[in-house]
């Protein structure tokens, strides 16, 4: 079975940090591009960074570069998002999500979703 658990979302206060993990089994990693996608209330999904762990290529929104750092652990199989300096309009459900390589980091493109893990930043 395909699996992507995510963890490690939380309330931090401005300026704090924190760490997303994902767990993928069931599909062949460097096949894809793993990431994350988040959500806030009223807005759409939209892509944050993800990795392509055969290369090591990293992609990241404008609004966090600097900021967030996505890495990886093969022999775990586990994709990290170390967030750091956040701020309140980091706050949204992130979800873990992996992409076929060569396509878009849309979420039209996305064939496996883990389930949503909620970062809160208060101001």
């Known amino acids: 079975d395909v699996q992507l658990q995510a963890s490690g979302g939380g309330l931090v206060q401005a300026g704090g940090s924190l760490r997303l993990s994902c767990a993928v089994s069931?599909?062949?990693?460097?096949?894809?591009?793993i990431g994350w996608f988040r959500q806030a209330p009223g807005q759409e999904r939209e892509g944050v960074s993800y990795?392509?762990?055969?290369?090591?290529?990293?992609n990241y929104t404008d609004s966090v570069k600097g900021r967030f750092t996505i890495s990886s652990d093969n022999a775990k199989s586990t994709v990290y998002l170390q967030m750091n300096r956040l701020e309140p309009e980091d706050t949204a459900v992130y979800y873990c999500?992996?992409?076929?390589?060569?396509?878009?980091?849309?979420?039209?493109?996305?064939?496996?979703w883990g389930k949503g893990t909620l970062v809160t930043v208060s101001s």
């Open positions: 999500a992996a992409v076929p390589r060569g396509r878009l980091y849309n979420a039209r493109y996305v064939d496996f």
């Open positions: 069931g599909f062949t990693v460097g096949d894809y591009a």
């Open positions: 990795i392509e762990t055969t290369f090591g290529l990293t």
